[in-house]
């Protein structure tokens, strides 16, 4: 039996939106799971290694922040793997599937006893947040109709950053008050409201049926694929050398209380819902435009952070800052790398996430060697600044290189237009 495929054409807006804040509610859950263990490290390191967290706590935070390198690990190898094996599923199938996996992934590592284990149990959580975004931003473009990629992928990553104004502070008020294993199986709750969300509201739409592994992987052969995972990679880095340490940031330097650790929480997720917004807009106008400005702008922000972070204010104002230009950046690189990919659209769209969870391990091993070794808890802003420079650099020669192919008479793709690539 074959099923239609239904679009913007044979959907009500009613519907229409609905699919979409079911899908965005996936984001909702993946933003929690992923990013509750930030304002929850000192917790997590007290209740899995309390003789460590009572000999040393900053080395017990660095070595908990390792929870959140084997998250982002996780998303780093699941992300193509799934979306080149599946490519042909039924979307909707495939994002059920997907679902289910996270519910069970994050009850485990609610529940596992020693802190290896939870952290097998966290890498095994994240394999597949990569998929889920890739597949759920193609139904999602496929809903919002022609000229609105960038925006339907941001209406998606919405959940995500929303995730950050509520679903982080609240959860980790929660994990504060009653642990952080209760916390996590808070978050399993949500992936199962979202199974039934996606069940009742996305239409059903078929995989590519042309699809295979070895068209899929070929992405990988295409230089401009790489230097967009680079960018995604290493430019990243910057938001979570700042993210994964923000607790002990807020509580060692700022001398804040535990207590006020949502409230720093909130203006992060406020910060990357506005500029993942923004960002969506400006990326569908210019991907070149767009990359340039919010890597500026979290370049400025970082070093702002890093001469003020003693200070409420310069706290407050540098993650809301921070977290608007990094989330800014997200649909920007997606759709950069849904260009330069062509027809490998499905591990296109579930690339952009291996890269920036790469950037999340990175800043976050970078971030926890700064601090064992003893450089404070400053010292993970100016190693992201670092990266920022670094990400801004691989932009400049990635954006050269298309010019360079422009003045040989090969079409250069950029999110205003599908146009194809010429690899020479």
């Given at each position: 039996?074959t099923?239609?495929?239904?679009g913007?054409?044979t959907?009500?807006?009613?519907?229409?939106?609905f699919?979409?804040?079911?899908?965005?509610?996936g984001?909702?859950?993946?933003?929690?799971?992923?990013?509750?263990?930030?304002?929850?490290l000192?917790?997590?390191?007290?209740?899995?290694?309390?003789?460590?967290?009572?000999?040393?706590p900053?080395e017990?935070?660095?070595?908990?922040?390792?929870?959140?390198?084997?998250?982002?690990?996780?998303v780093v190898?699941?992300?193509?793997?799934?979306?080149?094996a599946?490519?042909?599923?039924?979307r909707?199938?495939?994002?059920?599937?997907?679902l289910?996996?996270f519910?069970?992934g994050t009850?485990?590592?609610a529940?596992?006893?020693?802190?290896?284990?939870?952290?097998?149990?966290?890498?095994?959580?994240?394999?597949p947040?990569?998929?889920?975004?890739?597949?759920?931003s193609?139904?999602?473009?496929?809903?919002m109709?022609?000229?609105?990629?960038?925006r339907g992928?941001?209406?998606?990553l919405?959940?995500?950053?929303?995730a950050?104004?509520?679903?982080v502070?609240?959860?980790?008020?929660?994990?504060?008050a009653?642990?952080?294993?209760?916390?996590?199986?808070?978050?399993?709750?949500?992936f199962?409201?979202?199974?039934?969300?996606v069940a009742?509201?996305?239409?059903?739409?078929?995989?590519?049926?042309?699809?295979?592994?070895?068209r899929?992987?070929?992405a990988?052969s295409?230089?401009?694929?790489?230097f967009a995972?680079?960018?995604?990679?290493?430019?990243?880095?910057?938001?979570?050398?700042?993210?994964?340490?923000?607790?002990?940031?807020?509580t060692n330097?700022?001398?804040?209380?535990?207590?006020?650790?949502?409230?720093?929480l909130?203006?992060?997720?406020?910060?990357?819902?506005?500029?993942?917004?923004?960002?969506?807009?400006?990326?569908?106008?210019?991907?070149?435009?767009?990359?340039?400005?919010?890597?500026?702008?979290l370049?400025a922000?970082?070093?702002?952070?890093a001469?003020?972070?003693?200070?409420?204010v310069?706290?407050?104002?540098?993650?809301?800052l921070?977290?608007?230009?990094?989330?800014?950046?997200?649909?920007?690189?997606q759709?950069?790398?849904m260009?330069?990919?062509r027809?490998?659209q499905?591990?296109?769209?579930?690339?952009?996430?291996?890269?920036l969870?790469l950037?999340?391990?990175l800043?976050?091993?970078?971030?926890g060697?700064?601090?064992?070794?003893?450089?404070?808890?400053?010292?993970?802003?100016?190693?992201?600044l670092?990266?920022?420079?670094?990400?801004?650099?691989?932009?400049?020669?990635?954006?050269?290189?298309?010019?360079?192919?422009?003045r040989?008479?090969v079409?250069?793709p950029?999110?205003?237009g599908?146009?194809?690539?010429?690899?020479?």
């Amino acid at each position: 039996m074959t099923h239609p495929i239904d679009g913007p054409t044979t959907l009500s807006p009613a519907r229409i939106r609905f699919a979409l804040l079911a899908l965005a509610l996936g984001g909702f859950g993946i933003g929690s799971t992923e990013f509750v263990a930030m304002g929850l490290l000192p917790n997590i390191a007290a209740d899995l290694m309390p003789g460590l967290s009572a000999q040393s706590p900053d080395e017990a935070n660095a070595a908990a922040g390792w929870m959140i390198s084997a998250y982002a690990l996780g998303v780093v190898v699941g992300a193509p793997t799934i979306a080149a094996a599946a490519a042909r599923w039924p979307r909707k199938r495939l994002l059920l599937a997907l679902l289910t996996a996270f519910a069970l992934g994050t009850l485990a590592s609610a529940l596992l006893p020693s802190f290896g284990l939870v952290l097998i149990a966290r890498f095994i959580a994240a394999l597949p947040h990569g998929a889920y975004f890739g597949i759920a931003s193609l139904v999602a473009a496929s809903l919002m109709g022609p000229g609105k990629r960038a925006r339907g992928v941001a209406l998606v990553l919405s959940g995500l950053t929303i995730a950050n104004v509520i679903g982080v502070p609240a959860i980790t008020w929660l994990g504060q008050a009653a642990g952080w294993r209760v916390a996590y199986v808070a978050v399993a709750g949500i992936f199962a409201l979202t199974f039934l969300a996606v069940a009742l509201a996305v239409p059903w739409q078929a995989g590519d049926p042309h699809a295979t592994m070895k068209r899929e992987l070929k992405a990988f052969s295409r230089v401009q694929v790489w230097f967009a995972l680079a960018i995604g990679a290493i430019g990243f880095g910057g938001l979570f050398s700042v993210y994964s340490y923000v607790a002990p940031l807020a509580t060692n330097v700022t001398g804040l209380p535990e207590a006020v650790v949502p409230l720093v929480l909130v203006m992060f997720g406020i910060g990357m819902t506005i500029g993942n917004l923004v960002g969506g807009r400006l990326a569908d106008w210019s991907v070149r435009r767009s990359m340039y400005v919010f890597f500026g702008i979290l370049a400025a922000a970082l070093v702002l952070l890093a001469f003020t972070a003693s200070n409420p204010v310069g706290l407050f104002a540098g993650v809301f800052l921070i977290g608007g230009s990094s989330a800014a950046l997200s649909p920007t690189i997606q759709a950069r790398l849904m260009d330069v990919a062509r027809d490998s659209q499905s591990i296109a769209a579930a690339l952009n996430h291996s890269a920036l969870n790469l950037g999340n391990w990175l800043g976050a091993f970078l971030g926890g060697i700064a601090i064992a070794g003893g450089l404070g808890y400053v010292a993970p802003i100016w190693i992201g600044l670092v990266l920022t420079i670094a990400g801004v650099l691989l932009a400049l020669a990635t954006f050269a290189l298309d010019r360079a192919r422009g003045r040989r008479g090969v079409t250069v793709p950029y999110a205003t237009g599908a146009v194809e690539v010429v690899e020479s």
